[in-house]
């Protein structure tokens, strides 16, 4: 059924001031982060800064620890969403395209790890990663990650890969590819779009986290970037210039990773058809 224009003007509109809505938070941070301290504290509402000044970021740069807590961050980012990628993958073929005993009560058990809160685990895995004596260590945070991004990357991978017609692989096993020849040509480059979605909720997921990284991390030189967000807030105060600075260079790497694997979201959905 064809919307008449007013129709679509109507909801072309509504799309928009949605948008806004959305967007207007980020905005008002990035201003916030170019605007001097006086016109922070002001009631005045501008929109657009009536001056410029990088005083926050320098501000912001100069915190103690932030290249350490950057580099904490991206590995266990990192480390958490290639573990996550590299289980899943491995996880959602077989449950997609194999059928054995105890293949739904599996499923029901990794959709329910989905659905726990965060916050419900957090006693479990501490006295976890206590009696494996990982606590203050970095590679305690990225289990952790790695334990709370994987069944959301193994449930949505299982839908990619039973999106992919199974002929195809039938196709190139008749061509001459084992099982797992036709996954690696045929099925692993169409899951690309599958792989940059899974990968994106689990970077942003990982990267955000506050609460493990502030109990488990007890020498500050080993907490992430989400804690040092929180030294910008003081007895004495908060610098409110400082940690809108500190916000956005907080969120550039989590879009510097966005921009570098959304290429693959086309690449990824045709890759695949031609090789085989």
Known sequence: MNKTRGQRIALNTIGVVVAVLFAFPTYW???SAFKPSNALLSLDY???PLSVTLDNFVSALEQP????????SLIVTLGAVACSLVAGVLAAFPLARLRFRGRKGFLLLVLIAQMAPMEALFIPMFLLMQDAGLLNQLPSLLL?????TLPFTVWALRGFVQGIPYELEEAAMVDGCGRFGAF???VLPLLGP?????????FITAWNEFLYALVFMRDSDKQTLPVWLSTFKTVFGTDWGGIMAASVLYALPALIFFLLVQRKLVS??????LKG
């Open 65 to 72: 620890g932030f290249t350490v807590h950057l580099t904490n």
């Open 29 to 31: 941070m990035i201003t």
């Open 194 to 202: 599958g792989l940059v979605a899974t990968s994106v909720f689990a």
């Open 184 to 186: 690696r040509k045929v």
């Open 144 to 148: 952790v990650y790695f334990a709370i």
């Open 46 to 48: 501008d929109l657009v």
């Open 268 to 273: 990824g959905a045709t890759a695949g058809a």
